[in-house]
C-alpha cells in the first residue's frame, strides 16, 4: 500500500493550490484591467486621428484595445470550455521558491522609496547572496557594494539620468 493509502503524507508538494483554470481566469482579469487603464489614459493624451497625423495614445490605446480583446478571449476560454483545465498550476515546494524570490523583491521595491535605489539595491544583492547564494561575506561586500556604485556611476554621472535617491545620497549631496 503507499503512504496516500493510510492517510500519511511524506509531502506537501501534490497538494492543490490553485488549478490552472483560475489562474487564467485571474491573469485575463489582470490585464483586461492593465488594457483598461492604458486605453483610459491614451484616451485622455489623445488617441484620435489629428489634421497632423496620429495623436500621443493614438497607436497605445489599439495595443491596449487589442491587448483586452486577447485577454477577453482567453476568459471566455477560460470560463466557459466544456473541459476545463483543473491540474494544479503549482505544487507547494514550487510556489515556496517562487516566494523566496518574490517576497524580497517587493520588499525590495518598497525600500526604494525610502532608501533609495543604490542602497536598496546594495541591501538586496548581499541578501541574495547570503541567504541563496550561501557566499562568504568577503564575496558579498564587493559585489553589493561595487554594482550599485557602478550603476551610480554610470546613470547620475555619466548618463546624467536621475534614479530614485534616499538619505545617503542627499547626504553626499546628490
Do not use: C
Not at 24 to 45: C, E, P, Q, T, Y
Not at 76 to 83: M, Q
Not at 90 to 117: E, M
Request: glycine share 8%; aromatic share 14%.
Amino acid at each position: 500500500m503507499t503512504d496516500h493509502a493510510h492517510g500519511d503524507h511524506a509531502t506537501d508538494s501534490n497538494e492543490k493550490t490553485v488549478t490552472n483554470r483560475t489562474m487564467d481566469v485571474v491573469v485575463a482579469l489582470a490585464f483586461m484591467g492593465l488594457a483598461a487603464l492604458v486605453m483610459s489614459d491614451s484616451w485622455r493624451i489623445g488617441a484620435r486621428w489629428a489634421s497632423d497625423g496620429p495623436q500621443a495614445g493614438y497607436f497605445p490605446f489599439y495595443v491596449g484595445a487589442m491587448m483586452f480583446i486577447a485577454s477577453a478571449g482567453t476568459l471566455a476560454g477560460a470560463l466557459f470550455t466544456k473541459h476545463p483545465d483543473l491540474g494544479n498550476f503549482v505544487d507547494r515546494s514550487q510556489l515556496k521558491s517562487v516566494l523566496q524570490v518574490l517576497v524580497p523583491t517587493a520588499i525590495y521595491v518598497a525600500l526604494i522609496f525610502v532608501l533609495g535605489i543604490y542602497v536598496s539595491s546594495a541591501v538586496f544583492i548581499a541578501f541574495f547572496m547570503w541567504w541563496l547564494g550561501k557566499y562568504p561575506v568577503a564575496k558579498i561586500l564587493p559585489v553589493a557594494i561595487g554594482v550599485p556604485l557602478m550603476l551610480f556611476m554610470m546613470f547620475e554621472v555619466w548618463f546624467l539620468v536621475p534614479l530614485p535617491k534616499g538619505p545617503l545620497e542627499t547626504a553626499l549631496g546628490y
